[in-house]
């Protein structure tokens, strides 16, 4: 089954550490760009990063620079995002998501996670 | 960044009737918008990518339209299945956008 499975949320004070994991299976994870999208409570949808199939390229909104890194693990067939001095306004669900077509073209979410909830509260 | 507005943020339809959702850009980004479906609780699906492109398996009562900087979302008779909250995204330049979200809820 093509599928996402994220893990790794949990309720942490400002200022924490968390490191997210995302397990894929169904297709040959290596082949891909991958994604982190986020959705504070209640609220929209928004893009954090992105990794290029080999981790050598790594694309990040501003508001998370120097504060979360995205790295993968193709032998593992697995995404991960460690994210750093965390703030209130990071509280949401993070997606993991697949990253289909190419950066010359046309290039989307064809495959979403369930989401791993990160709560920052003291 | 690349503002967008997506309306209208509520809309209530009955089965079978014409539902349309806008999406209206900044500036000029061709026709590299996606729009997306999240029901309470899941992960969002893909429908459309391309301004038009259908995505596989994806019911043909979605259609998608537009380019440059006005994009259009319609579900042609919905289905009860279809009521949900529908986000455009914008995949021209970093950092990718996501529209506001519009709620398609019974009437």
């Known amino acids: 089954e093509v599928q996402l499975v994220e893990s790794g949320g949990g309720l942490v004070q400002p200022g924490g550490s968390l490191r997210l994991s995302c397990a894929a299976s169904g297709f040959t994870f290596s082949r891909y760009w991958m994604s982190w999208v986020r959705q504070a409570p209640g609220k929209g949808l928004e893009w954090v990063a992105n990794i290029k199939q080999d981790g050598s390229e790594k694309i990040y909104v501003d508001s998370v620079k120097g504060r979360f890194t995205i790295s993968r693990d193709n032998a593992k067939n697995s995404l991960y995002l460690q994210i750093n001095s965390l703030r209130a306004e990071d509280t949401a669900v993070y997606f993991c998501?697949?990253?289909?077509?190419?950066?010359?073209?046309?290039?989307?979410?064809?495959?979403w996670g369930r989401g791993t909830l990160v709560t920052v509260s003291s | 960044v690349i503002w967008m507005t997506q309306s209208p943020s509520l809309v209530s339809a009955s089965t079978g009737d014409r539902v349309t959702i806008s999406c209206r850009m900044g500036?000029?980004?061709?026709?590299?918008l996606a729009w997306y479906q999240q029901k309470p609780g899941k992960a969002p699906e893909l429908l459309i990518y391309?301004?038009?492109t259908l995505q596989s398996g994806v019911p043909s009562r979605f259609s998608g339209s537009g380019s440059g900087t006005d994009f259009t979302l319609t579900i042609s008779g919905p289905q009860s299945e279809d009521f949900a909250t529908y986000y455009c995204?914008?995949?021209?330049?970093?950092?990718?956008?996501f529209g506001q979200g519009t709620k398609v809820e019974i009437k």
């Open positions: 500036q000029d980004i061709s026709t590299y």
């Open positions: 995204q914008q995949y021209y330049s970093f950092p990718w956008t």
């Open positions: 391309g301004a038009s």
């Open positions: 998501a697949k990253i289909d077509g190419d950066p010359t073209s046309n290039w989307y979410f064809d495959l």
